[in-house]
């Protein structure tokens, strides 16, 4: 069973900072691509970043220069900084990763999800 837990959202003022964090727990071989999507409501879920297992990152449009994707030396954890926060980044934010368990195949998992507010 493969688990992925994110955490650190909540409510900040717009202009300030989070520090997303995504775990992934379980009978897990290795982890390939990880990334954070984003969901407000009414709106379809959109990728926010990705990076590859050899650090390769991209990021939208819309968080370029403010949020940086980076990965945890274990390999299974990924991290999403977030700076100069604005009202439109109000969303749940999911956790995604590919992931090579033990002893069955390749799959793509979501972590529970967080939510992140930014206030005007």
């Known amino acids: 069973q493969v688990q992925l837990v994110e955490s650190g959202g909540g409510l900040v003022q717009a202009g300030g900072s989070l520090r997303l964090s995504c775990v992934g727990s379980g009978r897990i071989f290795s982890i390939n691509a990880m990334a954070w999507y984003r969901q407000a409501p009414g709106k379809q879920r959109e990728l926010v970043a990705a990076?590859?297992?050899?650090?390769?990152?991209n990021y939208a449009d819309s968080v370029k220069g403010r949020f940086t994707i980076s990965r945890g030396n274990a390999k299974n954890t990924v991290y999403l900084q977030m700076n100069s926060l604005k009202s439109e980044d109000t969303a749940v934010y999911y956790c995604?990763?590919?992931?090579?368990?033990?002893?069955?195949?390749?799959?793509?998992?979501w972590g529970q999800g967080t939510q992140v507010t930014v206030s005007s």
């Open positions: 995604n990763a590919e992931v090579y368990p033990i002893a069955t195949m390749r799959g793509n998992y």
């Open positions: 990076i590859t297992s050899g650090g390769s990152t």
